[in-house]
């Protein structure tokens, strides 16, 4: 089992639904990332955070994408509405600093009927 | 083009066999990563390198920084290495360093 802790493993929802994921990154790693990883593709960043500041979240679709790290540990990242192409695995990520390795938890499997 | 170029898309081997996966970049980096995805999703990271090469177990992973190419060979490849290997960069460039995949190479090794 991965040390960064992920939930839910899973989540099946229907389009126009609001769905949220969480992240519990290892203890002391500032640096936390959120991927989304497309079915037979590599994951792709969505946003970076060192402790609370978002460094990177270029590639955020921030219409309906959201992501916080109130007190710079866990994090959650939100989207509302969900729609059909958001079905993804969704990873997080920490590492102790930036330009260190990278730790991932075991992903969300998102699913969107 | 995508940044981050790996080959073969898929390979399937005997038990035993020597096992060499390549990845190719475009752009300046300051690390490159290869990790491991079991089915199921999570990743292992298993190397980050900048220079050289390092070893781990029966894993070598070399870079050659002026050709922007590295690659991840596995000796004596074992059922239990099947997996998707993936290359990662993290760009030189200022600013963040969320890093940027390749599409994976799917491994199978049979018994």
């Known amino acids: 089992e991965a040390e960064v802790a992920q939930s839910p493993r899973y989540k099946i929802t229907e389009k126009s639904q609001a769905v949220a994921f969480w992240c519990d990154p290892i203890s002391g790693h500032a640096t936390l990332y959120w991927y989304r990883q497309i079915l037979g593709q590599g994951p792709e960043l969505l946003v970076q955070f060192q402790d609370e500041s978002v460094v990177d979240d270029s590639q955020l679709p921030k219409d309906r994408f959201s992501a916080e790290r109130l007190k710079g540990v866990d994090s959650t990242l939100k989207i509302q509405p969900a729609e059909l192409g958001d079905s993804a695995m969704y990873l997080c990520a920490s590492s102790f600093g930036r330009n260190q390795p990278q730790h991932f938890g075991d992903g969300t499997r998102l699913s969107i009927l | 083009k995508n940044e981050v170029e790996q080959s073969p898309q898929n390979l399937t081997a005997q038990e035993g066999e020597f096992i060499t996966i390549n990845c190719s970049y475009s752009v300046g980096i300051s690390a490159l990563h290869w990790l491991q995805q079991h089915p199921g999703g999570g990743i292992v990271s298993l190397f980050m390198?900048?220079?050289g090469k390092k070893k781990h177990g029966r894993l070598i992973a070399t870079i050659n920084i002026q050709e922007k190419h590295s690659s991840l060979h596995i000796t004596a490849s074992h059922p239990r290495d099947s997996a998707v290997y993936i290359c990662?960069?993290?760009?030189?460039?200022?600013?963040?360093?969320?890093?940027?995949f390749g599409k994976g190479t799917h491994l199978i090794i049979q018994p």
């Open positions: 990662a960069v993290r760009s030189s460039g200022g600013g963040a360093d969320g890093l940027t």
């Open positions: 390198l900048s220079s």
